[in-house]
């Protein structure tokens, strides 16, 4: 910003009033007194008008506080309009003003009102950055409209800036012109192909009407040409994800009906034959698991969903533990969780010795919501194989869901007992610790963490039962 006191300007007038004098009173010591009169005449007059320009915008500003913006508008632009050499000076002033209003008492309106009056100053200049500066503020403070038509003054003045064209674009699209803004983002980029945050501006343009592919290629031209510039960065990140959602949706197609009643057929009736269930089980099974390989992580499919959980009261009787283990997986992964109980249920019938089995009970309780039959689970897992270091880390994160932060550390320590390089189990201490305060045994914890060169994540830990690999802590990490 400009400071108000113009040395320069004053200076200058100074050396013409000095000249002024000298050529009034050339005539020496003899020289008339009327001479001398006007003189004084004229010094008087000049310092009066050096001083009632900034009087009388003080009274605008005033006017302006009590919002009689009309009325100060035109107090202020008659001030203007008599000290020509202090336009800019005024024109600041006002701005500085306006910033005041918005940053120390919130009055965008106020703000606005103050604007108007630094624009009508900055048009008396035709000052293409002073208009620019304005319209910045009135698009801070709200008022598109206002901006827009200072932005386009400004290209009216300067054809060739870019900055001006990218403004236009991004007032446009706050005002939800999105063709328009477009078309004056492309303006900008013709004139200036490496305007990294116009091309940004045209990817977030570009996402809200839907074109999600466009978007990302104007993120990604961006980043290519600041790599630092982080708002870019994100917007590729949030573009990408939003893609394999979109995929994710376009690949789950709904089982055509004939296709699931034929699937249904094949359900036994109630009191069926163990080896007419079990056929039908794994028929059922080889179906789920082609289908859910062929699908993109994360995908819920609901038609699977409903025919599988339709046949559970039928195939659960089973005596294949391997093919109802590999079923409940695959409820789970749908999150039907309280059909994978009901399976597990049984396949800890079928395999009474089998920790895998009681920790994928437990996992299913969890995910059911129901704790603490969950952490009875896990606590047979352990009795039964003592060596699964994800029994103890689940058990954990559940006690931490429950506020027993100081058990869930114990556990999570045994885990780590068991497999120092767990990385589920390492995470879940570190954050318990955290609340705690607890920064000594923190740095403790991951010193010895980086101890282990490969770290392992509990995805990586094999149960004995139909070569299942555990899906992380469970329930999260906290």
């Known amino acids: 910003a400009q400071p108000r006191s113009d040395c320069a300007t004053e200076l200058d007038k100074s050396n013409a009033d000095m000249q002024a004098y000298h050529e009034l009173t050339q005539g020496g010591i003899g020289s008339p007194p009327k001479n001398l009169l006007l003189v004084v005449v004229f010094l008087s007059l000049a310092l009066v008008t050096a001083h009632d320009w900034e009087s009388r915008v003080q009274e605008g500003i005033a006017l302006h506080h009590r919002y009689l913006h009309r009325k100060a508008k035109e107090t202020i632009v008659q001030a203007a309009a008599q000290a020509p050499h202090h336009q800019r000076q005024i024109a600041v002033w006002l701005m500085e003003e306006a910033q005041k ?22 048009r008396m200049l035709m000052d293409p950055e002073m208009i620019f500066s304005v319209a910045n503020l009135f698009l801070a403070a709200g008022a598109p409209p206002q901006a827009l038509e200072g932005y386009t003054m400004v290209q009216t003045l300067l054809p060739t800036l870019a900055s001006a064209y990218h403004q236009i674009g ?49 993120y990604q031209a961006a980043v290519k040409i600041d790599g630092d510039y982080l708002d870019a960065r994100n917007n590729v990140g949030a573009a990408q994800t939003q893609l394999l959602q979109t995929e994710k949706e376009a690949w789950v197609t709904t089982l055509e009906e004939d296709e699931v009643q034929a699937l249904l057929q094949h359900v036994p009736a109630s009191g069926s034959s163990d080896q007419l269930v079990t056929a039908a089980l794994r028929q059922l099974i080889q179906h789920a698991l082609a289908r859910r390989r062929d699908t993109l992580p994360g995908v819920l499919d609901k038609p699977l969903t409903q025919v599988l959980t339709t046949a559970v009261p039928s195939v659960v009787p089973s005596a294949d533990a391997h093919a109802l283990f590999s079923l409940a997986q695959v409820l789970l992964d749908l999150s039907a969780f309280e059909h994978a109980v009901l399976v597990m249920e049984r396949v800890t019938v079928l395999r009474p010795t089998s920790g895998a089995a009681e920790h994928q009970l437990g996992l299913a309780l969890g995910k059911s919501g129901l704790f603490e039959p969950a952490l009875r689970a896990y606590h047979r897992a352990l009795v039964k194989d003592p060596s699964l270091a994800i029994s103890h880390n689940n058990l954990g994160v559940l006690l931490s869901k429950l506020g027993k932060y100081d058990v869930a550390a114990q556990h999570y320590r045994k885990a780590l007992d068991i497999a120092p390089h767990y990385q589920d189990a390492i995470g879940n201490l570190a954050a318990v610790l955290r609340a705690r305060s607890s920064f000594r045994d923190l740095v403790l914890l991951h010193l010895n963490a980086s101890l282990y060169c490969h770290p392992r994540a509990s995805n990586h830990t094999t149960l004995v039962v139909a070569g299942y690999h555990s899906s992380g802590d469970g329930l999260g990490s906290h």
Not at 110 to 117: D, I, N, T, V, W
Not at 202 to 207: E, F, K, P, R, T
């Open 101 to 122: 209003l918005m940053d120390e008492a919130k009055d965008e309106v106020g703000a606005r009102g103050m604007l108007e009056s630094s624009m009508a100053v900055a």
């Open 170 to 218: 991004l007032t446009l699209s706050r005002m939800n012109k999105l063709d328009e803004a477009y078309e004056a983002y492309i303006g900008a980029i013709q004139l200036l192909p490496t305007y990294a945050i116009t091309y940004n501006n045209i990817g977030v343009l570009l996402a809200k009407q839907g074109r999600t592919e466009e978007a990302l290629n104007h």
